[in-house]
């Protein structure tokens, strides 16, 4: 029973900054890994960040390594994507999940919100 609400989404010029919320209902949020993900237009949906439950850990996919920047707030039971240097090739939709580690980062629950749109002009 997971229910994940993504926000913080919008239009933004290249080289500007985002930050995108999740507000999840999760059982024990601070004991699950939490990430991000986004697709963007005719690709497949994405790997962008995690965050250990703890919040001491974090994994960044090559595309957002040094722009982007994931944190927790368990006492909120949310999770945030803060965005800068925006490029035009960050357009997509993002969602966040409940994750795990594998071959791959997989979503718990298999499980997604609406996602939240970020689009950006150049």
């Known amino acids: 029973q997971v229910q994940l609400v993504e926000s913080g989404g919008g239009l933004v010029q290249a080289g500007g900054s985002l930050r995108l919320s999740c ?4 059982p024990t949020f601070s004991n699950n890994a939490m990430g991000w993900f986004r697709q963007a237009p005719g690709k497949e ?11 001491y850990t974090t994994w960044y ?12 707030d368990n006492a909120k039971n949310t999770v945030y994507l803060q965005m800068t240097s925006l490029k035009v090739e960050d357009t997509a939709v993002y969602y ?15 499980s997604w919100g609406q996602g939240t749109q970020v689009t950006v002009s150049s």
Do not use: H, M, N
């Open 45 to 55: 949906r994405e790997f962008v960040a995690a965050i250990s439950g703890g919040g």
């Open 23 to 26: 507000a999840a209902s999760v």
């Open 96 to 110: 966040c999940a409940p994750v795990r580690q594998g071959q791959r980062w997989t979503p718990l629950y298999d």
């Open 61 to 72: 996919a090559a595309s957002a390594k040094d722009r982007f920047t994931i944190s927790r």
